[in-house]
């Protein structure tokens, strides 16, 4: 039954990825596996070496539980992140961690030339070792726009109108592309490697130069009916706002509350326009904030109520055990927080007061993070990247002693 | 292994209680069980009685498809709604069919006395045959309120607090019960009975003495992290609103837009109080509204602008293909639909405009059909009442021919 086999290897390594350290009897409880599949699939992937034994817990009747983890240098992913100010790449291990990094500052509204992106994931190939080349499975991308059924990509931000982003990547690499927008990588990012591991009700705020949310519901990612959910940055906040969004509309909580929307609201109090100070900076607008200037006060006191209002409908709708805040606005943590807390506590009757909102702690390689995430996500649902996976470390590696189980890796129908 | 044998049957049973008439191969594709597994539950299920052939498909190559369906009458379930203004007891077959059915009319606001409940659970056990009464799996409960981790049920409207309902039940029959808040339950009877069969996405939104959602997202029914996800009608929709709400706040959803809030913005504009008219009914709201009544239009702008702004707050966070309405104020659905089809429009932006908004088909049993596919839903997770449900139906139906196959059903392990 190689599809069983396929199944309970994916299902294995999915509860170790989330996990870091487990012990067997874990597994069994996480997967629902009965205990001949988990014991068959734990067994292959120990003899090739995909996961580890890394010491034993002694349990109370006395009897020693061995722990197990994903080896971290079984695969490698080829991550990017695609903010609208800055490009990210990385070469990631399998769990996450940024083996390679590297970064480049964009125009905001200019359109993304492709050549920059092509350049920039060959660069990281180049700094791949040979033994890391033959393990690594795929490109995750983290990105600010909407896919469409067939994979075009639309991002206003970079200039793109469907554009086929995968296929151009296809020029400097064979390997596959796993797009995803980035508030929902951020949520995958916590979810499998961050501060919501354990939630099975959470949502990634972004509030930086956009606004938006990535929401794990009932331990499934939300996607929507057409991969658009989570564009919480355009919900009305205030219908009598004259603040105008990107989108067309007017009073998006993104026209209020996101980085750009911050300063302009400031100059235009200051110089009763838009005009002047064209360089000036959220860093300074908050500083003022901090050192009493009035004006600065009165804009992060709208913002704030705009976000608490926001959140409630969150806290509301999807009754979340954690919100997840990042972006630049968290720079500002110490002056927003404990407003939008609030505002929030104002908008959500006690009986619903059961939400923790916290400030991420994945920092700015939470996008990288996320498209790694992506990549193993997809890569462990398809039969022919995790047999890249699952094939034999001391193939590739030879610095490496032989498999002790050899057979047993022959035994299971994995050719 | 029996417990894997017990996944199959429940992933079959589910698969064709869905869908209502599916072939071998569309249960395959569904539940994604090996052809093995998936043939041996089927034996099984068809040798017991408790799934049927119905017929055979051509298909274009000249193969005869076989079309399977459950056997409505292989279990029935005691269903409860328990709405606001009323109480509904019914018998239902498998699929929801209603078999018997009663209602009661209640006191808005005065405690539901549990005698009341008891007595009518009685008389519809007092209504089951002889043979229908072994194959009674479970009760199913459709409520008003929240239901905390010890299962004690809180419901304002009823007077209800942290009270211990199924344990009350216990009183009068042995069944397990089953409870769900009733917009959730609204949506389950969409999805498995419905209009939303096919949609992973959808909402349901419940529009009359109180509001709420009830939501399915990623195909999965989205609960909250303790059970209180879709308080719909708790959002804030208005800052600046005086409309009191009964959780507290002011300008919620709830308090604009449900049935006694119509009514009293319509007394309150024509009394300058909500004083006089006491009997007042929202049919007669609605009816002056057509009949252009300045005032009564006034207040059925105003409330679909509210429900305009809220349902846009949906679209956006969880881009559903489909948003049900339904309740007492779907009696104005040609007043208020297209109402609220433009505010919805004028919050969402062009590219997201995609959801799709019905009105509900199920009618009043909807809470009954929703607690029977919740009761459905529960039984067959439970490896006692799938016992039962899958129980030979020669066993309990003595006019029946004994089965065709007694030694395939004794060869599986489900004794």
Known sequence: ????????????????????????????????????????????????????????????????RELLKLNPEAGYFLAMDLDTTRIRFALTNLIGDIRYREEQDLDFGNEMKIRCLLDGLER????LAPWQRARVLAVGIAHPGVV???????????????????EQLRQVTPLPVF???????????????????????????????????????????????N?????????????????????GKRGCLEAIASGPNIIRQYLQLL?????????????????????DDPLALQVVNRVSRALGLGLSHLVLLLNPGLIILGGDLMQGEDLLLPRIRKELAMHVPGFMRTT?????SLGQDIGLKGAASLAFRNSVQNSDL???????LSETLDTRKPLSGPRLARSLTRA
Chains 1, 2 share one sequence.
């Open 124 to 127: 990281v190939q180049r700094n």
């Open 386 to 392: 995790l047999k890249k996976l699952c094939r034999p």
């Open 1 to 64: 039954m190689p599809k069983v086999a396929d199944q309970w290897l994916k299902d294995v390594l999915i509860a170790l990825y989330q996990r870091q350290a487990v012990t067997r009897d874990e597994i069994l409880q996480v997967t629902g596996l009965n205990p001949a599949s988990a014991s068959h699939a734990l067994q292959y992937l120990l003899a090739v070496g995909t996961i580890q034994k890394m010491g034993s817990l002694k349990s109370s009747g006395g009897r020693r």
């Open 148 to 166: 469409d059924a067939s994979g075009l990509v639309t991002a206003v931000n970079l200039g793109w109108c469907k554009f086929p982003l995968a």
């Open 179 to 225: 797009l995803e927008t980035w508030c929902r990588t951020y949520i995958l990012a916590e979810k499998w490697l961050g501060q919501a591991q354990d939630c099975n009700n959470c949502i990634f705020v972004e509030l930086g130069r956009g606004v938006g949310a990535g929401i794990v519901a009932a331990d499934h990612y939300v996607e929507g009916s």
């Open 356 to 360: 923790e909102l916290r400030v991420t």
């Open 271 to 291: 110089n009763g326009s838009r005009r002047g100070n064209k360089g000036m900076q959220l860093s300074a607008v908050l500083e003022k904030a901090r050192n």
């Open 227 to 247: 991969q658009m959910a989570g564009e919480f940055g355009h919900i009305t906040i205030d219908m009598e706002a004259a603040d105008e969004c990107l989108c």
